[in-house]
Nanobody
């Protein structure tokens, strides 16, 4: 079992910045993939960015150049630094984790943290 706890959301003006954190605890494997997803009202959950234990990083096109995903293995924590925020970035942001040990584990999700971009 893995527990994920997000933090760092809030209200920010357009053009502002926020940093989200996702603290993982429990059975953390050495080979894993973690990611940030978001879900806006009335829309499906979408992938924002992913990072693997091997260091591979991917972003959805809409956040490239504005968001940076990173991790601190010593703290079992993943981050999402968000700059130049836009109203369309408003959503609940979720942390995701899955591990590899011969096959992929089920997905684990955090409870979500609200990000609101508004003037």
């Amino acid at each position: 079992q893995v527990q994920l706890v997000e933090s760092g959301g809030g209200l920010v003006q357009p053009g502002g910045s926020l940093r989200l954190s996702c603290a993982a605890s429990g059975s953390i494997f050495s080979i894993y993939a973690m990611g940030w997803y978001r879900q806006a009202p009335g829309k499906q959950r979408e992938l924002v960015a992913t990072i693997t234990s091997g260091g591979r990083i991917n972003y959805v096109d809409s956040v490239k150049g504005r968001f940076t995903i990173s991790r601190d293995n010593a703290k079992n924590t993943m981050y999402l630094q968000m700059h130049s925020l836009k109203p369309e970035d408003t959503a609940v942001y979720y942390c995701n984790y899955r591990s590899w040990s011969g096959s992929w584990s089920p997905d684990y999700w955090g409870q979500g943290t609200q990000v609101t971009v508004s003037s």
